[in-house]
């Protein structure tokens, strides 16, 4: 077992399962991280379970949130519409503050567990327009957390790692299966059926569509 720990935010979807594998082919040993937070569909879940599973995660948790006290997401309120085209500027889909509530979290257990790592699978090429997924967030959320914890006052400085930034979604298909990520194990949809097949229309599914596609390699995605 690997002395180098880390925790891995892990959605079950494409983009985290390709940085849980690229974090085990580093070396660490992986701690998976969902969370429950009142999101459309529960299958997401059920694939992230089925993937920390494949690639050998150390442990996985799965946190428990409502962040539909809050709403204001395409994704925690069902009287929002899941846009079914593309549009310009800050999607519906967008979670307010979720990837900062995460990563506080993620945060949190790292600390516990003696993790100087922490690993998401934020990307700045296809990010959807979310603003937590730029690279000045992640800069700015690492300076955060030395200064905000013990670990980090102490000497034992804590590092946000986001492998995926400047990738396109071909390439993180390529890199991915190259490190033996089974995608049929995967959910990216938005509003997935509860068996996961996905609607193929919102953006996330586009994007996953054109990754496959421009990477040349079969999409093993299962559509309504």
Known sequence: MSSKKAVVLLSGGLDSATVLAMARAEGYECYALGFDYGQRHSAELMAAQRVAADLGASEHKVVKLDLRVIGGSALTDDSIDVPEEET??????????????FLSIALGWAEVLGAQDIFVGVNAVDYSGYPDCRPEYI?????MANLAT?????????TIHAPLMKMSKADIVE???GLGVDYSLTVSCYQALPSGAACGRCDSCRLRAAGFAEAGLADPTVYA
């Open 139 to 143: 800069e700015a959320y690492e300076k």
């Open 150 to 158: 013990r670990a980090g006052v102490e000497g034992n400085k804590l």
């Open 175 to 177: 890199r991915g299966t």
């Open 88 to 101: 310009s500027g800050i999607p519906v889909t967008y979670v307010p503050a979720r990837n900062t509530v």
